[in-house]
Structure formats: C-alpha cells, structure tokens
C-alpha cells in the first residue's frame, strides 16, 4: 500500500509570493494533519482536517490555509510568503477508528529567498 | 498544559550500547505516547508507541517505559547500532488535542 505521499518534493519561492503544496494520505485514512518543520527544530503542528473540515488549528497566521478534497487529500497554502516560512512541510494521515498513529510523507522542502 | 519536553538534546553511544531518551508532559488528557524516528530527507516514522494501561512495551531492541505519575515516558535502545543514529521524537497526543512534538533527540551511534 502507498504511504502519505506529497508534492512537490522541493519549492523555491520568493518573498511575497503564493504556494500551494499537495498532500495524498494512506487510503482509507479521512484525517489529514499539517506541520511545519523548521531546520533542527520538532514539527509544528499547523492545521488537522477530517471529513472536510477544520477540527484543529495551531500557532499559525492567517496567511496559512488549508482545505480537503472528498477524496481526503488535501492542500497547504501559504500567502504573502516570507523569509521565516522556509521549512520542512510536512503531512501526516491518520486513521480514524480508534486512537491510532499518524503516518508522515517526507515532506516538502520549501525554501524562500 | 500541553508542553513536552524532551532530553537529551543528542547523544552518542557506541555500537553495542544502550541509548535512553526521555520525554516529560504536563497534559494529563494525553493517552497515547508515541515515539517517531527521522532521518535527514524524510519524514518521521512511527517507531514504537504505548498506551497509559501498561507500563511498558517491548518490541525487538526498542522498549517504551512509561511513568504515569511522574508524567514521563523515555525511549531505550538496546545493542544500539550505526543504523539507528537519526533524530527521535516524542509526540504525545489525545484525539482531542493538537499533537504535540518534543524538540528532538540527535542520536550518533559509533562503529
């Protein structure tokens, strides 16, 4: 079976700019979870999505949105782009009987100059 | 309420040794305690994870063990090798919460 799977794998963007990164979770999974990883740092937990809505919502600026698709796959976007959001974005897809673990994609290596 | 807090920061054992990470937790509505381990590239993989009904779990050289009145669980490596050296993370969560990461652990196991 396919893991979480996201692209793109790498990004360059420049301050001010717009993006969008995409997220396929393990089938069957309806939970989608972002973080923003920073270099040296743990993941930071940005948006959670189940059965296409917001049930949790981290530390994070306006500028960050998110949303599921009925298929359960799911977009991270990032407005008005700035130096600070470098980082290692990251999805993990979760499911939803019973208390069960999250499985990470490896990300998508954003890089702001 | 929701702080973890992870120790060490990193650590290097030599082959053959035992490594012994450890998380601490303030949010007693947390009842599962995972631990993640990442390489450089990729993201974090479910290593070995517990519930608070158990003290501890085994599963082949990796052993969680959990303080439930103490608010801490730590992870140990036996018969470290170079192939665990990554960096490990405690992530303890409640269906309820916002899942919460410790800092991190850099482990360099030596040949």
């Known amino acids: 079976d396919a893991g979480v799977t996201q692209s793109p794998t790498h990004l360059i963007k420049t301050r001010g700019q717009h993006v969008t990164l995409r997220c396929s979770p393990i089938s069957g999974h309806k939970s989608v979870s972002w973080y923003q990883q920073v270099l040296g740092q743990g993941p930071q937990f940005i948006f959670q999505?189940?059965?296409?809505?917001?049930?949790g919502r981290g530390n994070f600026p306006d500028r960050f949105s998110a949303r599921q698709f009925p298929n359960y796959s799911s977009e991270l976007n990032v407005n008005a782009l700035l130096l600070g959001d470098s980082a290692l974005y990251l999805c993990?897809?979760?499911?939803?009987?019973?208390?069960?673990?999250?499985?990470f994609g490896d990300g998508t290596r954003l890089s702001i100059l | 309420q929701q702080q973890v807090k992870q120790s060490p920061q990193s650590l290097i054992v030599q082959k053959g040794g035992i490594s012994i990470i450890n998380c601490a937790y303030e949010?007693?509505?947390?009842?599962?305690f995972p631990w993640y381990q990442q390489f450089p590239g990729k993201g974090p993989a479910l290593l070995i994870a517990i519930r608070p009904d158990v003290s501890e779990k085994k599963e082949g050289r990796f052993t969680i063990s959990f303080n439930k009145s103490a608010k801490q669980f730590s992870l140990h490596i036996m018969d470290s090798q170079p192939g665990d050296s990554a960096t490990y993370f405690c992530?303890?969560?409640?269906?309820?919460?916002?899942?919460?990461f410790g800092t991190g652990t850099r482990l360099k196991v030596l040949a």
């Open positions: 999505y189940y059965e296409k809505e917001e049930r």
């Open positions: 993990a897809s979760k499911s939803t009987t019973g208390n069960q673990p999250q499985h």
């Open positions: 949010n007693t509505a947390f009842d599962y």
């Open positions: 992530a303890p969560f409640s269906g309820t919460y916002k899942y919460i």
